[in-house]
């Protein structure tokens, strides 16, 4: 028979507290109001890679889980926090892994706290999954909106603009053209091309990304592709035979 070990019940407490919430791991959208949720943006070295921190705080105890999936299977990963190697996370056959940790509140601290830092899943140096973590579970909760109106270059027709949605820890990208002409578009963020963008015979054209992009089969708004970075703070560009159409720099805060 299996041993039962205290990191797996401690494990089974926050997915039980986390159920009892009618949450699961790998679903997005809301969450009890001590929890902080953060899905991680895949760095692009394992298109596939998925991963999510999640923190539950309350008066007696703090807890945390990472957890990956679609990873290299038996592999062992560096969990990197605000540049510090703190420990590994290796994965089961199916690519999966997780770690847990608890602390009660009169008793010896966390060894670390993702809450207000930087977290990197690495792999000899390599980044494959980040996170920048909300610090409290109220900034967790906080809905962020921007939108941009992007200015379109001398000549062309049509107007672009784009929109940026967060909350609890899921982060949505739209962009959309109108009245342009007919063609693929290549949407380039930080001056690498992330996707291209059909643009039909009405003149329209438009791409959804989403950092959880199978995480809710009841989105209305259309095919989503996996987002693999912020935009904030970061120029934008809608590109036809590398020839800017449209441009802008996005907002950091809305």
Do not use: C, W
């Amino acid at each position: 028979m299996k041993r039962t070990t205290p990191t797996m019940v401690g494990v089974a407490a926050l997915l039980i507290t986390l159920v009892a919430a009618g949450i699961s791991p790998a679903s997005a959208g809301n969450g009890p109001k001590n929890q902080i949720k953060m899905f991680m943006l895949n760095a692009g070295a394992d298109p596939d890679a998925r991963g999510m921190i999640i923190e539950v705080q309350n008066k007696a105890q703090s807890q945390f889980m990472i957890q990956v999936s679609r990873l290299d299977p038996n592999s062992s990963y560096d969990i990197v926090v605000n540049g510090a190697v703190m420990e590994q996370i290796t994965t089961n056959s199916s690519g999966s892994g997780r770690v847990f940790h608890r602390a009660r509140t009169n008793g010896a601290p966390l060894s670390y706290d993702p809450a207000g830092a930087s977290v990197e899943i690495q792999s000899s140096g390599t980044v494959m999954l980040s996170a920048q973590v909300p610090a409290t579970p109220q900034e967790a909760h906080a809905l962020v909106v921007i939108h941009l109106d992007l200015t379109a270059a001398l000549g062309v027709m049509g107007t672009a603009e784009a929109d940026f949605r967060s909350r609890f820890g899921r982060m949505k990208f739209d962009v959309g053209i109108t009245g342009a002409v007919p063609g693929s578009y290549d949407l380039v963020v930080n001056g690498s091309t992330v996707a291209a963008i059909t643009v039909d015979v009405s003149g329209r054209g438009q791409i959804h990304f989403d950092t959880n992009p199978d995480g809710d089969p009841n989105d209305a708004d259309g095919i989503d592709f996996l987002m693999t970075f912020d935009p904030r703070g970061q120029t934008i560009e809608v590109e036809q035979t590398a020839v800017a159409m449209f441009t802008g720099t996005f907002p950091l805060i809305p």
